[in-house]
């Protein structure tokens, strides 16, 4: 289930005793009358008023499962590395009836064995036994905010499940009204239909397609981390001296085999060559794609598509001046780079891979100068998300570039075949050894420097599917099984009504959410017989704080995790 629960009971109001005096003129009886009075009156007009803020202002709803994981929390356990120090959430395994409580409480996993997951940052195995699942986080939403404002596209919208009204579910809101949908390789594309349209036409092919690039501060919250030095164990030998951890970043050049690299068990990376040298992301061991932590089970299966959305990031400490830093990202049958310092910012690509692609340079908006103070650590990012290509300082955007790629030329760069191709199959796009995977490293010129805080991000990827045999609400069979899911192949690109939407969620991989719907209930039939789309009449608000973050046991008492409350986008 993808649900939320809600509401929850508002706290009880508290009454303040009004002491009984005499008032000049006034019996006591007559001013402990006028007192009850008051008091019955001012109870009357808070309840009222928490009635009317409860249904028409802001309600808050209970998070049960993982389909918004980990932007947001249903049910899970957590775990923490003993090398790393890293802590991490994985959805309960094998639930009961409730919906809530994983029979892995007892005894370890749903066989009785102990329960055997993997630490993200080391890959370190982490056995339990009697694993208690916290609850999911408490959110607040504003109600009825739509019926005043638009909804936004990336709002993360409460809304009634149109297969049961009965049902709150949430979900990112990815579609707007009055437009054709598509999820490609990870992102989403838009474009208004037009009169002159071929319907006999494949509909990724029209003219005037676009990339809906995210927010600034909804890409904030769906960066996904993958690695960061920060992490490294700080023992990373085992009792008879083998290594069992080695960093996916790899140091070479300036030096056999990057011996002017101190890497091995350091959270900093130290330089201390003088040529020009490399840092390498190790994707033979370990891949960029969208797996996620919190769905590792031994009962259910996702399939892990490679990302070529990533952020790299540092901070970065030079020992003398004039020093040079550049991302590089190979992917889609591309090379992306970006040069940063020495005075100026260039960003450009070009088709292939290596030394010698021909790069165009993309016109760069912002500030195009960067210069790196000896001795002082600068916080550098490197984004290439939603066909951008973005320098952020110190935690700011200081310049950007950007490119543009229809769906049929995403896709012909992803994985190699034509849209024709791939228009007539209905399963290719849904086989991840199909798409090309990235490759990412950074070269550094100008001497000695540090690095700390080496990571590795990547972004939200909205898989391609196909129409399950079962619809995920029992075990009634798909009206569509086995076709193209919504808005994933260019046989079904759905064109949203006047006041449709199209909703999916972070946790691509495990959420049944538009692509994979089947017809709705009768009654909302009747409001929007679409399958896979919701008519705003479902909506409920837009989901904007996590009030009561997913708690943890002292002892008998939930103590809620106060350090994850926090605004959501």
Same mark, same amino acid.
């Given at each position: 289930?993808?649900?939320?629960?809600?509401?929850?009971?508002?706290?009880?109001?508290?009454?303040?005793?009004?002491?009984?005096?005499?008032?000049? +003129?006034?019996?006591?009886?007559?001013?402990?009358?006028?007192?009850?009075?008051?008091?019955?009156?001012?109870?009357?007009?808070?309840?009222?008023?928490?009635?009317?803020?409860?249904?028409?202002?802001?309600?808050?709803?209970?998070?049960?499962?993982?389909?918004?994981?980990?932007?947001?929390?249903?049910?899970?356990?957590?775990?923490?590395?003993?090398?790393? +120090?890293?802590?991490?959430?994985?959805?309960?395994?094998?639930?009961?009836?409730?919906?809530?409580?994983?029979?892995?409480?007892?005894?370890?996993?749903?066989? +009785?064995?102990?329960?055997?997951?993997?630490?993200?940052?080391?890959?370190?195995?982490?056995?339990?036994?009697?694993?208690?699942?916290?609850?999911?986080?408490?959110?607040?939403?504003?109600?009825?905010?739509?019926?005043?404002?638009?909804?936004?596209?990336?709002?993360?919208?409460?809304?009634?499940?149109?297969?049961?009204?009965?049902?709150?579910?949430?979900?990112?809101?990815?579609?707007?009204?009055?437009?054709?949908?598509?999820?490609?390789?990870?992102?989403?594309?838009?474009?208004?239909?037009?009169?002159?349209?071929?319907?006999?036409?494949?509909?990724?092919?029209?003219?005037?397609?676009?990339?809906?690039?995210?927010?600034?501060?909804?890409?904030?919250?769906?960066?996904?981390?993958?690695?960061?030095?920060?992490?490294?164990?700080?023992?990373?030998?085992?009792?008879?001296?083998?290594?069992?951890?080695?960093?996916?970043?790899?140091?070479?050049?300036?030096?056999?085999?990057?011996?002017?690299?101190?890497?091995?068990?350091?959270?900093?990376?130290?330089?201390?060559?003088?040529?020009?040298?490399?840092?390498?992301?190790?994707?033979?061991?370990?891949?960029?794609?969208?797996?996620?932590?919190?769905?590792?089970?031994?009962?259910?299966?996702?399939?892990?598509?490679?990302?070529?959305?990533?952020?790299?990031?540092?901070?970065?400490?030079?020992?003398?001046?004039?020093?040079?830093?550049?991302?590089?990202?190979?992917?889609?049958?591309?090379?992306?780079?970006?040069?940063?310092?020495?005075?100026?910012?260039?960003?450009?690509?070009?088709?292939?891979? +290596?030394?010698?692609?021909?790069?165009?340079?993309?016109?760069?908006?912002?500030?195009?100068?960067?210069?790196?103070?000896?001795?002082?650590?600068?916080?550098?990012?490197?984004?290439?998300?939603?066909?951008?290509?973005?320098?952020?300082?110190?935690?700011?955007?200081?310049?950007?570039?950007?490119?543009?790629?229809?769906?049929?030329?995403?896709?012909?760069?992803?994985?190699?075949?034509?849209?024709?191709?791939?228009?007539?199959?209905?399963?290719?796009?849904?086989?991840?050894?199909?798409?090309?995977?990235?490759?990412?490293?950074?070269?550094?010129?100008?001497?000695?420097?540090?690095?700390?805080?080496?990571?590795?991000?990547?972004?939200?990827?909205?898989?391609?599917?196909?129409?399950?045999?079962?619809?995920?609400?029992?075990?009634?069979?798909?009206?569509?099984?086995?076709?193209?899911?919504?808005?994933?192949?260019?046989?079904?690109?759905?064109?949203?009504?006047?006041?449709?939407?199209?909703?999916?969620?972070?946790?691509?991989?495990?959420?049944?959410?538009?692509?994979?719907?089947?017809?709705?209930?009768?009654?909302?039939?009747?409001?929007?017989?679409?399958?896979?789309?919701?008519?705003?009449?479902?909506?409920?608000?837009?989901?904007?704080?996590?009030?009561?973050?997913?708690?943890?046991?002292?002892?008998?008492?939930?103590?809620?995790?106060?350090?994850?409350?926090?605004?959501?986008?």
């Amino acid at each position: 289930m993808d649900d939320t629960s809600g509401p929850t009971t508002p706290d009880t109001q508290r009454q303040a005793s009004t002491p009984l005096t005499r008032v000049a +003129g006034v019996a006591p009886n007559q001013s402990l009358g006028h007192t009850v009075k008051e008091t019955v009156t001012a109870v009357i007009i808070a309840f009222v008023m928490t009635f009317v803020f409860r249904s028409f202002v802001m309600e808050a709803f209970l998070i049960p499962t993982g389909s918004m994981a980990p932007t947001l929390l249903g049910a899970h356990m957590r775990f923490t590395g003993r090398e790393s +120090g890293y802590s991490w959430t994985v959805g309960p395994w094998d639930m009961l009836a409730d919906g809530i409580t994983p029979r892995s409480v007892q005894g370890g996993g749903p066989d +009785g064995r102990p329960i055997l997951v993997h630490d993200p940052m080391t890959g370190e195995e982490v056995r339990g036994t009697d694993i208690g699942t916290r609850w999911g986080d408490r959110i607040f939403v504003f109600k009825y905010l739509y019926s005043i404002f638009d909804p936004q596209r990336f709002d993360v919208v409460v809304f009634k499940n149109p297969r049961d009204p009965s049902v709150n579910y949430i979900k990112r809101l990815v579609g707007l009204p009055g437009e054709m949908v598509a999820l490609v390789d990870g992102d989403v594309f838009a474009r208004a239909p037009r009169a002159d349209d071929d319907p006999a036409a494949d509909r990724w092919s029209l003219p005037g397609w676009r990339i809906c690039r995210k927010p600034e501060r909804a890409q904030l919250a769906m960066w996904q981390r993958l690695f960061s030095s920060d992490y490294t164990p700080l023992n990373d030998t085992d009792d008879i001296g083998r290594r069992w951890f080695v960093s996916p970043w790899i140091g070479v050049g300036a030096g056999a085999e990057g011996a002017d690299w101190r890497i091995k068990g350091r959270r900093t990376y130290e330089y201390v060559g003088q040529g020009p040298t490399r840092l390498a992301w190790n994707s033979r061991e370990r891949p960029v794609n969208d797996s996620l932590a919190y769905n590792e089970s031994p009962v259910r299966a996702s399939l892990h598509f490679p990302v070529s959305d990533v952020r790299m990031s540092m901070g970065f400490r030079p020992a003398s001046a004039g020093q040079r830093v550049t991302a590089f990202l190979e992917a889609r049958g591309h090379t992306f780079r970006i040069d940063a310092g020495a005075g100026a910012i260039v960003m450009a690509m070009g088709p292939g891979t +290596g030394r010698d692609v021909p790069f165009t340079m993309l016109p760069v908006e912002g500030d195009a100068e960067l210069h790196f103070e000896p001795g002082r650590t600068t916080d550098l990012e490197f984004w290439f998300v939603d066909q951008t290509l973005q320098v952020w300082r110190d935690g700011r955007r200081i310049a950007a570039a950007s490119y543009d790629w229809t769906p049929g030329e995403r896709v012909l760069h992803a994985t190699g075949e034509s849209l024709e191709r791939i228009a007539a199959g209905a399963e290719f796009l849904v086989v991840e050894d199909n798409y090309r995977r990235p490759q990412m490293f950074l070269e550094f010129e100008g001497g000695e420097f540090t690095l700390h805080r080496v990571a590795l991000d990547r972004d939200v990827h909205y898989q391609a599917d196909i129409y399950r045999y079962h619809s995920g609400d029992g075990v009634t069979v798909h009206s569509r099984a086995r076709k193209p899911a919504l808005a994933t192949h260019p046989s079904n690109t759905p064109v949203l009504a006047h006041d449709e939407y199209f909703l999916c969620g972070d946790n691509s991989a495990q959420s049944l959410d538009s692509r994979l719907w089947d017809r709705p209930h009768p009654w909302v039939a009747e409001i929007d017989p679409a399958i896979g789309l919701v008519p705003r009449e479902l909506l409920i608000g837009k989901a904007f704080f996590v009030y009561f973050p997913a708690p943890f046991k002292a002892g008998r008492i939930p103590v809620p995790d106060f350090g994850r409350m926090r605004f959501i986008w």
